[in-house]
């Protein structure tokens, strides 16, 4: 045996490089990052914001799935009138009845059986709750992305007032285009921001 051949005893660990980090090396990588996770943040908090703000979307959407289900049943069709109208009164950025109060010079409020007497005037409550005939079926237009039928606020209006017999003499075909209408402007109708 030769004694310059090292034995295994003499051998010794070869040192390992530093590991990589993996965070950014420059002040650029930093400033996207944070880009990015403040962008992640904000769409969570608006997409979740929007999700509360629909909340009534949803419930009249599900209340109008369990109506449709009885479609045959008279107190189905005649609670469509009904379901339409909270939902317009439920939508954000509408003033509901009564909201806009008018004040005499002492500060104090002045309404009288749901109409708002102001320095004498008679002012009508403001809201989609106040609506009726020509004014509903242009509110309803107007908050439609898509044209409704023109005479879509009789059609809810013969479904609320109509007798019975009337009712039951729709045909099917035209009920499920009710049924179809008020649920296109449920899911479609534009909330002001």
Known sequence: MNPNIPGIEQLKE???PAPVSYAPQTWGWWVLLSLLVSTALITAARRYWQWRRDRYRREALVRLAQLQLRSDDLSALRELPELLKRTALS????????AR???DADGAVLQVNRVIVHRGQALLPQGPAALGKEDWQTFLQQ?????LPTDFSQQLAQLAYAPDATLQALPPEQRQQL???CKHWIEHHHVAA
């Open 101 to 103: 109060l008018a004040r």
């Open 179 to 181: 049924f179809d209408t």
């Open 91 to 98: 939508m954000p950025n509408t003033v509901p009845v009564g």
């Open 14 to 16: 070869i040192a390992l």
């Open 143 to 147: 908050h439609s992305k898509q044209p």
